[in-house]
Nanobody
Framework: QVQLVESGGGLVQAGGSLRLSCAAS????????MGWFRQAPGKEREFVVS????????YYADSVKGRFTISRDNAKNTVYLQMNSLKAEDTAVYYC??????????????????WGQGTQVTVSS
């Protein structure tokens, strides 16, 4: 059973930074496209960013372009989300997920097969 576990969330001041990690565990791990989604209370889940297996192709939501950076270390079965210049509107539960799709199809949550439990990110003024 492959599982995804997020970590690194917490409370930061507006303008600060956080680095989230998503570690895959289990007997088998496929180098799928990995993505980050987020959901604020009372809001729908939204796409944040995705990265293909090699790291050569990334897609960022307009709301995080220039502030967030996704990366992955396949040898460690881990994907990261570096979040800089954080805003109050970034406050949400952040979810890591895996999909066999590539390209713009990775922006759709319905295309993801496996999800982590989420980690809370809170940005204060």
């Amino acid at each position: 059973q492959v599982q995804l576990v997020e970590s690194g969330g917490g409370l930061v001041q507006a303008g600060g930074s956080l680095r989230l990690s998503c570690a895959a565990s289990g007997r088998t791990f496929n180098s799928y496209t990995m993505g980050w989604f987020r959901q604020a209370p009372g809001k729908e889940r939204e796409f944040v960013v995705s990265i293909n297996w090699s790291g050569a192709n990334t897609y960022y939501a307009d709301s995080v372009k220039g502030r967030f950076t996704i990366s992955r270390d396949n040898a460690k079965n881990t994907v990261y989300l570096q979040m800089n210049s954080l805003k109050a509107e970034d406050t949400a539960v952040y979810y890591c997920a895996a999909t066999p799709y590539i390209g713009t199809a990775t922006q759709l949550g319905n295309n993801y097969d496996l999800w982590g439990q989420g980690t809370q990110v809170t940005v204060s003024s």
